[in-house]
């Protein structure tokens, strides 16, 4: 029902959109972003945000600082607001927050087993998963050998199981084997989440449609040129694409076919939204090309908050404040390393 939204939309989600948009107004500024590019020392950095929102989280921290405590803290506070959303939502902005703690899980999975796969220690990688994407059999996923152990001893209890269907094999773990896990994994859950926001409809259908086509495209794009020069086929390769998104179905039949980034580029570029992205791009380069993503991605996440009553804000709140922790981590392991020099290098300014 599109465009009535307004009429019950504040019934159960007002509250909620007011927080989120509450939040919002907390982010970093430019003005915040060239303070702490000026900083000559973590306890600068410490002293900088002390007078924003993450004060509470880093004022009781003694010295010396680590860049990881920062980025722990910072993250700390993301997951106390998600945890405080989650408590007050309703169906069907509940099931909508769980679905965007669903690709942490993803990662944490193959956080877990690539690390076991190379004799790390359980509890070293433990430390290192992201919190929104922690489950209670976390731990045993050191045991399994292959896809199916995995799937039947820790995953089937779990809202990964679904998404299993696609990648049950016997073949041993190796790290080629993970890394069509992590792309297939991450493949079911994106169409599984646009089902589901197609299915809420109205502002959320057509915001949420943009914004996860936005990053199927761009998983396309670096599936591709992460896949150049392996054994990987070009079936094996269109396989990993997600089946929605501007360049389904023809733009990912050309990107199989792919042999190099200038091929990629000129694919991308009958694509008008992406022409921009590897317009900022010389030719052969590749490295800036994350950077020209998350830039876009910036401003398409902005965009949503243009709009009201929907469950878009919920999750490009929580996206840019991913982004601003990327952000902090960098300037941080900049200033710690002494390389100043590079700190507008990879960071994304938001505002």
């Known amino acids: 029902m599109y465009g009535f939204e307004a009429l019950t939309f504040n019934i159960n989600g007002g509250y909620l959109e007011a927080i989120v948009r509450g939040h919002r107004a ?36 003694p010295s010396p600082l680590h860049t990881t405590t920062i980025v722990e803290k910072c993250t700390l506070k ?9 408590c007050q939502a309703t169906e069907p902005l509940s099931t909508f927050l769980e679905y965007i703690t669903y690709g942490h899980m993803i990662d944490n999975v193959v956080l877990i087993v690539t690390g076991t796969l190379h004799e790390r220690d359980v509890q070293e990688l433990l430390e290192k998963c992201h919190p929104l994407g922690m489950f209670d059999s976390i731990a045993t996923l050191a045991v399994a050998q292959n896809m199916r152990e995995l799937y039947r001893l820790v995953l089937v209890d779990t809202p990964l ?41 109205g502002a959320t259908g057509e915001i949420m449609s943009d914004l996860l086509a936005f990053e199927a495209d761009r998983r396309a794009v670096n599936i591709s040129i992460n896949s150049i020069g392996t054994e990987l086929t070009r ?38 939204p992406y022409q921009s992205i590897f317009a900022k791009l010389s030719y052969g380069e590749s490295q800036m090309l994350d950077k020209a993503f998350y830039e876009e991605e910036v401003k398409r996440l902005c965009l949503a908050f243009e709009q009201q009553f ?38 994304v300014f938001i505002f």
């Not at 919920?314 to 020099?341: G, H, P, T």
């Open 78 to 86: 993301l997951v106390d607001e998600y945890k405080h959303m989650l």
């Open 235 to 272: 079936d094996d390769r269109r396989k990993l694409y997600s089946n929605f998104g501007l360049l389904y179905p023809y733009g990912h039949e050309e990107l199989a076919v792919c042999e190099d980034i200038d091929q990629v580029r000129a694919v991308m570029e009958k694509y008008p």
């Open 310 to 347: 929907h469950y878009g804000v919920f999750f490009a709140y929580m996206r840019l404040r991913e982004q601003e922790i990327r952000n902090l981590m960098w300037i941080s392991e900049c200033v710690a390393q002494n390389q100043k020099s590079r700190v507008h290098d990879s960071v």
């Open 26 to 61: 907390g982010l970093l500024t430019a003005a915040d972003y060239n303070n702490l590019c000026q900083c000559e020392t973590l306890d600068d950095i410490k002293m900088h945000l002390t007078a924003t929102e993450y004060g509470s989280y880093l004022q009781n921290e």
């Open 161 to 201: 199981a679904p998404y299993f269907s696609e990648c049950i094999t016997s073949e041993d773990l190796d790290d080629m084997n993970i890394e069509i896990m992590r792309n297939t994994l991450y493949k079911a859950y994106l169409e599984d989440f646009y089902r589901f926001c197609q299915k809420l409809g």
